[in-house]
């Protein structure tokens, strides 16, 4: 019998997490795994049709150009960068989780990675959205829809924090409140 070795994909844990709703990780899952129906994905297998961006309509789509490169993703995570204080510059669609790698608390971490699968879910909504309604969303509507979301579930998350000022810095542009530790409980024992 032969036996398969399944490739170990680190960012699989990431995008899976207790605190973020699937239908949002469902998306990064489908991102990372090349199976986004961009219209480069529909022409690979069979569909013709020209193909222009909806976002920026400026170049074919992609799902790099999509997600990464189009003038409007691009305005998305240079806002990020800007949150979190940092620069973001990405090679290819596997670097976007590397920033989760970096040491942040618990609940930090689950802030950055709602955003990052939030700025995803949000950049293919709204290509969607005006791909399909002809309706425009613009930026800044993006963005507070992907701050809320953000907040929402920085806030519902049982993360807890620790005293990093960066981290909290972090925490709070997203309006989450700070979580701190849990204090040991104490049981008398008899």
């Keep these: 019998m032969k036996s398969h070795t399944m490739q170990k994909i680190h960012w699989a844990k990431t995008i899976w997490s207790i605190d973020i709703p699937p239908s949002r990780s469902f998306v990064a899952w489908r991102i990372m795994h090349d199976k986004i129906p ?8 069979g569909c013709k049709f020209p193909s222009i961006c909806t976002l920026c309509l400026y170049q074919e789509e992609t799902t790099f150009h999509l997600f990464f490169v189009c003038p ?5 995570w240079n806002w990020l960068a800007n949150t979190l204080n940092f620069n973001l510059h990405f090679n290819n669609i596997e670097e976007i989780w590397h920033i989760c790698d970096r040491r942040w608390n ?12 939030n700025v995803l879910s949000t950049i293919w909504f709204s290509r969607n959205t005006a791909g399909f309604k002809d309706k425009t969303i613009h930026r800044k509507s993006a963005i507070s829809l992907i701050s809320s979301n953000v907040a ?6 049982k993360a807890s924090s620790n005293s990093s000022m960066s981290n909290f810095a972090i925490i709070k542009k997203f309006r989450v ?6 204090a040991p409980q104490i049981k008398e024992v008899i």
């Design 38 to 45: 961009t219209d480069e994905k529909l022409k690979e297998r």
């Design 106 to 117: 618990p609940q930090c971490k689950i802030v950055i990675k709602a955003a990052i699968i």
């Design 177 to 182: 409140n700070i979580h701190p530790p849990r």
């Design 152 to 157: 929402l579930f920085g806030n519902n998350s």
């Design 72 to 76: 409007y993703a691009m305005r998305i």
